[in-house]
T-cell receptor, first 113, second 116 residues
Framework: DAKTTQPNSMESNEEEPVHLPCNHSTISGTDYIHWYRQLPSQGPEYVIHGLTSNVNNRMASLAIAEDRKSSTLILHRATLRDAAVYYCILRDPYKAAGNKLTFGGGTRVLVKP | DAGVIQSPRHEVTEMGQEVTLRCKPISGHNSLFWYRQTMMRGLELLIYFNNNVPIDDSGMPEDRFSAKMPNASFSTLKIQPSEPRDSAVYFC??????????????FGDGTRLSIL
C-alpha cells in the first residue's frame, strides 16, 4: 500500500493561513487523497478529499501537485479551534479493501493566539 | 442529526474482567468500523462490517477480542479476558459505502478503556 509522509508538527498564528504538506511518492493512479483531523479528546473528523484537481470546501482547500506525488492542505485562516492532528491518507475505492483508512502519525498543528 | 454514539465514554475495570463496548452508527449507514488508538501504535483499524457482515477482521489483535453487529443500528466490541495492554481509546465509525465510493467515515467520541 502507498504510504504518506507528513511533518510531525507545525505552528501557526491565529488568523494566518496554514499549509500542511503531505508526500505520497508511491501513489497509484486510483488512490484518492483524504484528509482527516482529530481535535483533542474527540474522534477523527473528515476534512476533504481529492484525486487530481484542487478541491475547496468550507473547512479547507486541497492543492494536489501535477504529478500527484505530494499535496497540501490549506487552512485559510487558522483559529484556535483548528488546533488538532491532521492526517493525510490514501484510499483506493476500487480495491477490495478500499473502505479501510490507514492512519499514520499525522501533523500536530498548534495555533498561537 | 445524531452522530455515531458510543458507550460507555469511560470504562475502568480490573484485569481478567469482560469488557463490552457499544456503538450505534448513523442511521442509514451500511458500513461500521472499530478502531483502537494508543500512544505507541496510533490509530489502528480492528474490524469493519458491511451490511452487518464482518468483511475484514485482520486488525483484531487476538482471540480475546470479538465484534458483532446483530443489526444495522448496533455493534459491540468485546474483550474477554481483558489485560492491561488493552488500555486504549476505542473508536467506532460509520459510513454509507457503495461500489467504488469515497464516502467519509464519521467517528464517535470514543470509549477510553483502562484495565488495571
Amino acid at each position: 500500500d502507498a504510504k504518506t509522509t507528513q511533518p510531525n508538527s507545525m505552528e501557526s498564528n491565529e488568523e494566518e493561513p496554514v499549509h500542511l504538506p503531505c508526500n505520497h511518492s508511491t501513489i497509484s493512479g486510483t488512490d484518492y487523497i483524504h484528509w482527516y483531523r482529530q481535535l483533542p479528546s474527540q474522534g477523527p473528523e473528515y476534512v476533504i478529499h481529492g484525486l487530481t484537481s484542487n478541491v475547496n470546501n468550507r473547512m479547507a482547500s486541497l492543492a494536489i501537485a501535477e504529478d500527484r506525488k505530494s499535496s497540501t492542505l490549506i487552512l485559510h485562516r487558522a483559529t484556535l479551534r483548528d488546533a488538532a492532528v491532521y492526517y493525510c491518507i490514501l484510499r483506493d475505492p476500487y480495491k477490495a479493501a478500499g473502505n479501510k483508512l490507514t492512519f499514520g502519525g499525522g501533523t500536530r498543528v498548534l495555533v498561537k493566539p | 442529526d445524531a452522530g455515531v454514539i458510543q458507550s460507555p465514554r469511560h470504562e475502568v475495570t480490573e484485569m481478567g474482567q469482560e469488557v463490552t463496548l457499544r456503538c450505534k452508527p448513523i442511521s442509514g449507514h451500511n458500513s461500521l468500523f472499530w478502531y483502537r488508538q494508543t500512544m505507541m501504535r496510533g490509530l489502528e483499524l480492528l474490524i469493519y462490517f458491511n451490511n452487518n457482515v464482518p468483511i475484514d477482521d485482520s486488525g483484531m489483535p487476538e482471540d480475546r477480542f470479538s465484534a458483532k453487529m446483530p443489526n444495522a443500528s448496533f455493534s459491540t466490541l468485546k474483550i474477554q479476558p481483558s489485560e492491561p495492554r488493552d488500555s486504549a481509546v476505542y473508536f467506532c465509525a460509520s459510513s454509507l459505502e457503495g461500489a467504488s465510493s469515497n464516502q467519509p467515515q464519521h467517528f464517535g467520541d470514543g470509549t477510553r478503556l483502562s484495565i488495571l
